[in-house]
C-alpha cells in the first residue's frame, strides 16, 4: 500500500492556470490517449484525496451534482475526502467526506479504508506538500505536458531534494512525459 501523488503538470510546474482553469491540458494533441492509462492505475487505489479547490474544478468541469453518474464512472464506490474549511455540496451517491481534519488523522481513516490498495492524492500541491510534511508522501506520478503557463498552482510548493526522491519510471504517451518517482521521508532531528 502506498500513498500516491499522480497529477499532471505544466513544463513549467504549474498544475492549473492562476484562475485555476485547467482548459490547456486537454487541449494538448494526444490528452486523451494519455488519460487512457488512467484505469490500469485506478485499479490500484482504495481511497482518494483532494483540495477543495481539485473538488471544486471536478464539480464545475464534469457538472457532476446534475450528472453524478460520471462521478461512479471514474473514482466507482472508492471513499474520498475533500479537505476544505468550507462546506461544500457532495455527489449524489458518491461517497465524499468534507474535512478539516489534519492530513494524519485522515491518512490512517484512509488507510483503514483503502485495505491492501493504494492512496491516491489528486492534489493540489500544498496538499500534497502536508502529506509530506507528516511522512505519508511515498510516490510521485506526474505527466509532463508540453505547455508553459508562466505562472499559477505549483505542482508542489514543497523543498523536496534528490536524496528523498528516487526516479522509478520514465515513459512517454503521446506528447506526455510520465516520471514516477518513490519519496523517501524527511529525516528529523
Given at each position: 500500500?502506498?500513498?500516491?501523488?499522480?497529477?499532471?503538470?505544466?513544463l513549467?510546474?504549474y498544475?492549473?492556470t492562476a484562475?485555476?482553469?485547467?482548459?490547456?491540458?486537454?487541449?494538448?494533441?494526444?490528452?486523451?490517449e494519455?488519460?487512457s492509462?488512467?484505469?490500469?492505475?485506478?485499479?490500484?487505489?482504495?481511497?482518494?484525496?483532494?483540495?477543495?479547490?481539485?473538488?471544486?474544478?471536478?464539480?464545475?468541469?464534469?457538472?457532476?451534482?446534475?450528472?453524478?453518474?460520471?462521478?461512479?464512472?471514474?473514482?466507482?464506490?472508492?471513499?474520498t475526502?475533500?479537505?476544505?474549511?468550507r462546506d461544500?455540496?457532495?455527489?449524489?451517491?458518491?461517497?465524499?467526506?468534507?474535512?478539516?481534519?489534519?492530513?494524519?488523522?485522515?491518512?490512517?481513516?484512509?488507510?483503514?479504508?483503502?485495505?491492501?490498495?493504494?492512496?491516491?492524492?489528486?492534489?493540489?500541491?500544498?496538499?500534497?506538500?502536508?502529506?509530506?510534511?507528516?511522512?505519508?508522501?511515498d510516490?510521485?506520478?506526474?505527466?509532463?505536458?508540453?505547455?508553459?503557463?508562466?505562472?499559477?498552482?505549483?505542482l508542489?510548493?514543497?523543498?523536496?531534494?534528490?536524496?528523498?526522491?528516487t526516479?522509478?519510471?520514465?515513459h512517454?504517451?503521446g506528447?506526455?512525459?510520465?516520471?514516477?518517482?518513490?519519496?523517501?521521508p524527511?529525516?528529523?532531528?
Amino acid at each position: 500500500m502506498a500513498t500516491i501523488y499522480y497529477t499532471a503538470t505544466s513544463l513549467d510546474g504549474y498544475l492549473a492556470t492562476a484562475d485555476n482553469s485547467l482548459d490547456w491540458l486537454f487541449e494538448v494533441p494526444g490528452a486523451t490517449e494519455a488519460e487512457s492509462g488512467l484505469d490500469g492505475f485506478l485499479a490500484g487505489i482504495g481511497a482518494l484525496a483532494m483540495g477543495s479547490t481539485t473538488y471544486e474544478w471536478v464539480l464545475q468541469h464534469e457538472n457532476m451534482l446534475a450528472e453524478p453518474h460520471k462521478w461512479q464512472e471514474w473514482y466507482a464506490e472508492r471513499p474520498t475526502w475533500v479537505f476544505s474549511h468550507r462546506d461544500l455540496p457532495v455527489i449524489p451517491g458518491a461517497d465524499i467526506r468534507v474535512t478539516s481534519d489534519g492530513v494524519r488523522e485522515v491518512h490512517a481513516q484512509m488507510v483503514a479504508a483503502a485495505g491492501d490498495r493504494d492512496i491516491w492524492l489528486m492534489g493540489g500541491g500544498d496538499l500534497v506538500g502536508q502529506f509530506d510534511d507528516a511522512g505519508l508522501l511515498d510516490r510521485v506520478m506526474v505527466s509532463i505536458t508540453p505547455v508553459t503557463l508562466g505562472g499559477g498552482a505549483p505542482l508542489l510548493p514543497r523543498d523536496i531534494r534528490s536524496d528523498r526522491l528516487t526516479l522509478t519510471s520514465v515513459h512517454q504517451a503521446g506528447q506526455f512525459a510520465e516520471l514516477a518517482y518513490d519519496v523517501k521521508p524527511k529525516v528529523t532531528t
